[in-house]
């Protein structure tokens, strides 16, 4: 059975850090692209970031976020900085077979596998 298990959400000041991990389980880990959405209160869900061979970041997360990625421990992570109230929202991680990317897996439903979720609270 595959699960994506997040942490490291938290409530955090306007302009301070936090990383989020996702671990992985039943799957070939380095077979897939993994990536995090998020989903504010009242809005759709929407795609952050993925990591495939390459990365692709939302506009919204473009020079304050970092996707990474460790094959050997089955553990995605996405490094926050800055962080605006805006961010405030659940962060869900997620992986698919492959390692394909573009505009096709900025969208939920291209997604095989999702983690339960994990709260981000950006205070002003």
């Known amino acids: 059975q595959t699960r994506l298990v997040e942490s490291g959400g938290g409530l955090v000041q306007a302009g301070g850090s936090l990383r989020l991990s996702c671990t992985a389980s039943?799957?070939?880990?380095?077979?897939?692209?993994v990536g995090w959405f998020r989903q504010a209160p009242g809005k759709e869900r929407e795609f952050v970031a993925l990591i495939s061979w390459k990365t692709e970041y939302a506009d919204s997360a473009k020079a304050r976020f970092t996707i990474s990625r460790d094959n050997a421990k089955n553990t995605q992570y996405l490094q926050m900085s800055n962080l605006k109230p805006e961010d405030t929202a659940v962060y869900y991680c997620?992986?698919?077979?492959?390692?394909?990317?573009?505009?096709?897996?900025?969208?939920?439903?291209?997604?095989?596998?999702w983690g339960r979720g994990t709260q981000v609270t950006v205070s002003s």
């Open positions: 997620v992986a698919s077979l492959g390692l394909s990317s573009g505009p096709t897996f900025h969208k939920s439903d291209a997604w095989d596998y």
């Open positions: 039943g799957l070939v880990f380095s077979s897939h692209v």
